[in-house]
Protein backbone atom coordinates (compact mmCIF):
# COMPACT_ATOMS: atom_id res chain seq x y z
CA UNK A 1 0.00 0.00 0.00
CA UNK A 2 1.31 3.35 -0.69
CA UNK A 3 2.44 5.64 1.87
CA UNK A 4 3.40 9.38 1.51
CA UNK A 5 5.32 10.07 4.39
CA UNK A 6 5.94 13.82 4.13
CA UNK A 7 8.15 16.27 3.59
CA UNK A 8 10.85 15.18 6.25
CA UNK A 9 11.09 12.11 3.82
CA UNK A 10 13.32 11.92 0.76
CA UNK A 11 10.08 11.59 -1.89
CA UNK A 12 12.49 12.19 -4.78
CA UNK A 13 14.35 9.41 -3.79
CA UNK A 14 12.24 7.03 -2.37
CA UNK A 15 9.34 5.29 -3.23
CA UNK A 16 7.13 4.50 -0.28
CA UNK A 17 4.74 2.10 1.43
CA UNK A 18 3.21 0.39 3.33
CA UNK A 19 3.37 -3.88 4.60
CA UNK A 20 0.29 -5.38 5.72
CA UNK A 21 -1.12 -8.42 6.56
CA UNK A 22 -4.39 -9.54 7.30
CA UNK A 23 -3.67 -12.03 10.00
CA UNK A 24 -3.35 -9.44 12.51
CA UNK A 25 -2.27 -11.23 15.45
CA UNK A 26 1.20 -12.43 14.04
CA UNK A 27 1.59 -8.66 14.27
CA UNK A 28 3.18 -7.17 17.39
CA UNK A 29 0.19 -4.48 17.91
CA UNK A 30 -2.10 -7.03 16.39
CA UNK A 31 -3.15 -4.58 14.04
CA UNK A 32 -2.05 -6.38 10.60
CA UNK A 33 0.80 -3.41 10.12
CA UNK A 34 4.26 -5.23 9.28
CA UNK A 35 6.14 -1.97 8.48
CA UNK A 36 6.86 1.31 6.49
CA UNK A 37 9.48 0.76 3.71
CA UNK A 38 11.53 2.29 1.28
CA UNK A 39 12.76 1.64 -2.08
CA UNK A 40 15.51 3.45 -4.17
CA UNK A 41 14.00 4.96 -7.16
CA UNK A 42 16.86 4.59 -8.91
CA UNK A 43 19.24 1.17 -7.52
CA UNK A 44 15.85 -0.96 -6.24
CA UNK A 45 17.43 -0.88 -2.50
CA UNK A 46 14.63 -1.72 0.36
CA UNK A 47 15.15 0.03 3.32
CA UNK A 48 13.26 -0.14 6.75
CA UNK A 49 11.66 3.37 6.43
CA UNK A 50 11.37 4.35 9.92
CA UNK A 51 15.48 3.32 11.06
CA UNK A 52 16.69 3.19 7.40
CA UNK A 53 18.26 -0.50 8.15
CA UNK A 54 18.57 -2.31 4.73
CA UNK A 55 16.05 -5.00 3.93
CA UNK A 56 17.94 -8.15 2.52
CA UNK A 57 16.53 -11.80 1.64
CA UNK A 58 17.91 -13.51 -1.14
CA UNK A 59 14.91 -13.53 -3.22
CA UNK A 60 14.83 -9.99 -3.02
CA UNK A 61 19.28 -9.66 -4.11
CA UNK A 62 17.85 -12.26 -7.21
CA UNK A 63 15.35 -9.37 -8.14
CA UNK A 64 17.15 -6.53 -7.61
CA UNK A 65 20.38 -8.40 -9.91
CA UNK A 66 18.12 -9.34 -12.74
CA UNK A 67 16.53 -5.86 -12.74
CA UNK A 68 20.30 -3.89 -12.41
CA UNK A 69 21.57 -6.02 -15.05
CA UNK A 70 18.47 -5.31 -17.71
CA UNK A 71 18.49 -1.13 -16.81
CA UNK A 72 22.50 -1.05 -16.35
CA UNK A 73 23.15 -0.53 -13.01
CA UNK A 74 26.36 -0.46 -11.89
CA UNK A 75 27.46 -1.60 -8.71
CA UNK A 76 28.86 1.85 -8.14
CA UNK A 77 25.34 3.37 -8.83
CA UNK A 78 24.35 0.78 -5.70
CA UNK A 79 27.12 2.15 -3.07
CA UNK A 80 26.19 6.01 -3.87
CA UNK A 81 22.49 5.41 -3.20
CA UNK A 82 23.36 2.88 -0.15
CA UNK A 83 24.63 6.48 1.10
CA UNK A 84 21.49 8.40 0.54
CA UNK A 85 19.51 8.68 3.82
CA UNK A 86 15.69 8.01 4.12
CA UNK A 87 14.89 11.46 5.96
CA UNK A 88 16.06 14.62 4.90
Known amino acids: MDWLPGPDFRNDVYYFFTALTDKK ?3 VLEN ?3 GYFAINKTTGQGV ?3 SGTAVQSNALEAMQ ?3 RGQHCISS ?3 RKGESIPVAK
Open 25 to 27: EVT
Open 32 to 34: GLI
Open 48 to 50: EAT
Open 65 to 67: GKI
Open 76 to 78: EMV
